[in-house]
């Protein structure tokens, strides 16, 4: 299913434990194929990832809309720290509203 937002297109996709996509990928796929689209996938996981902050964040920062790697390090450098190891928090916590008071 397309959704929209700030007059973009975008798909989601969800993958179950084993990492199989679980809501229709080939669907996906071919919707975006017969719009002849090149479009960019964010794939996330884990409890404190969440396609809508990614959704809030490029509704106001529309300038990084098409630049995954830099909302990826605006994202993992203002996230809050667990205080546990790397491997297993990751980056930590994301902080939307220091993700966007940061640029």
Do not use: C
């Amino acid at each position: 299913m397309t959704n929209q937002l700030s007059g973009f297109r975008y798909w989601e996709l969800q993958f179950d434990a084993e990492g199989r996509a679980v809501n229709g990928s080939g669907q996906i796929v071919s919707e975006i194929q017969l719009a002849g689209l090149r479009d960019l996938f964010v794939f996330s996981h884990g409890w404190n990832n969440d396609t809508s902050m990614a959704a809030a964040f490029l509704s106001i920062r529309r300038e990084f809309i098409g630049h995954p790697d830099d909302v990826k390090r605006i994202f993992t450098s203002t996230a809050t720290s667990l205080g546990r190891e790397s491997y297993f928090q990751g980056h930590g916590l994301v902080d939307l509203m220091r993700a966007i008071q940061s640029v």
